[in-house]
């Protein structure tokens, strides 16, 4: 078996506790300094997936490699991987230079070494002059630091966050995003980032995981998971996104065709349609795709009658239901607010709306029955 | 017509708004400070009356002289210069730390592996655990030790048993009537005094404090003596506080299973206040025995600290 195809490769990788099946035949590969996400709602087993980097978790089955090395019999105080726990785990009895300095003991350097690299770590996390403080005086934000800079001092390969912003408010979580990306981008060291948050994971990785139920759904890029989802799971899980049955009408042109529920006979991205002529599928269009317009727009390739059921207003952006014959659910409609609005439009009144989307903007999924 | 009816639903709204409490009641919602004294009163009464009083009492007797059989009542510190200068006392009071000293270290060094497992290793029934280890002491003191006579005795469970083997030829005469006696019956009567608060103690750690000390790259060992030793350190206080005081007045186990090497403090107290028959002297002897714990416990919470602050 080869190793080489990744810095991390995760090889068939199972676990069980007790009779339940927590990862399920997972494979992937993890590249050196790429910053990686495991998204999943909680109970995906993404978690676990993190432990077993860690080794606080053994496999059931399948092997796990570090940099080339197989790690099922590493204890984890021998890995070369460090973690943030989701709750800091900052030792309370030890102040804030020695929760950093915590791992260096090993190494055996002089003092004056040490507290040279603890300055340096604070600088590095923008606290500094920060060592003396007690840990049971800092704030979240302070702690989630500090946490970090406790395993970045010991320049592990592999740096693990267990949802390191999970506790914190908003407005902090969106500056520690920020903060986070730029550090790794400075440190260069591969994070594996575990959160149930979508767009936290959209913002600050270079590839995701979507994990269900112990199984990995899709590995992609951000833009690659939100434009071409392989599943409608994902589809659903990453934003919003507009379902229709389908069947296949190839008829050999530069464009594919779909007899798609309430839109028509409408065309397709050849490269998304590898089904035969007259499989059935599903049509996904996200609602910001659509354009929204009361007369029927001039030029577009296909365009579709319909009512305005409901809207609401979101400052940005607005969302817009908007119903069409030969579909029960009404199509969601997301466009941006770029004049000044002066509120929700009038929905009572039966005027038509337009709706009109770009082909390339379709994607193409298996047909699921529970659609 | 619809104007009444809305000046009627008005009327009635009114009175049924904050509902008025009476003025102690008041006072009370208002003031912290004086409802956590009413909350106290019922304890500080008999603080008062059951230690402060009598320790005043005590105090006051340290200072008189025995006369025949009653007191010499003019104040005067001869007592504390005879406990000062006649080096009975000084022996054993000492005998009595040594004994009381050991019979700690030896109860938290033996209950704390105890308190360990039930608060990392034991999952289901952890309150049935806890009672488990209690049940000794739902017997009454008196009959522990006399048990442990039974079992320590010269033609006791232990030498019978070793003998019938063939270990030994003779009982082995140190087990009874001696300090090792003595401090196996302490060490076992008061374990619970030690198990409990040291498994308050360990079971509060934060068990991703654990991990996050491996991850860091410490053994089993070392995150033991950075981590787990210095979270307890609580616990192992208060276990040796809460065993060192009591068991250092003891003199129910030494006049029983002590023998003559055995005796400490608290026998000669008794004796004090029973046969020898002078107050005063057993009263200056309780005095004594109080200032010195006291000196021994902030030499022991200093000690502690420091080397809490070394180990980190």
Redesign the interface.
Known sequence: MTTSDGFISIRHVNKFFGSFQAIEDVSMNIGQGEFFSLLGASGCGKTTLLRMLAGFESTSSGEIYIDGQPTSDVPPHHRPVNMVFQSYAIFPHLNVRDNIAYGLRKQKLPKAKRDEMVEEMLELIKLPGYGQRKATELSGGQRQRIALARALILRPKVLLLDEPLGALDKQLREQMQLELRALQRQVGITFVFVTHDQEEALTLSDRIAVMSGGKVLQVDTPAGLYETPKTREVASFIGNMNFFQGTVRRNGAAMGAVETEGLGHIPVPLDQLTKPDGAPVQVALRPEKFELSPTRPEGALHAVEGRLSNAAYLGERSHYYVSIAGKDQPIAVSTQNLGRMTGAPDISGDAPMWLSWAPEAIVILDADETG | MADTSLSQTEARSAPAAPPRVGRIAGILHRNETLRGYLLMSPTMLIMTIGILVPFLILLVMSFWTREGFGFDTTLTAHNYTRVWNEPIFGALLQRSFWISGVATVVTVALCYPMAYYVAFHVHRNKMMWIILMTLPFWTSYLLRVFAWKVILGYQGVINSGLMSVGVIEAPLEFLLYSQTAVIITLAHAWAAFAILPLYVSLEKI?K??L?????????PM?RFF??TL??SMPGIIAATFLIFIPTTGDYITPALLGGPDGAMIGNFIQLQFGAINNWPMGATLSIVLMLWISAIALVFLFVTRKA?ERI?
Request: no cysteine; proline share 5%; hydrophobic share 40%.
């Open positions: 934060d991703s404090l991990e996050a000390a491996t991850d860091l790259g410490d053994g070392a950075r981590i210095p979270l809490q980190a």
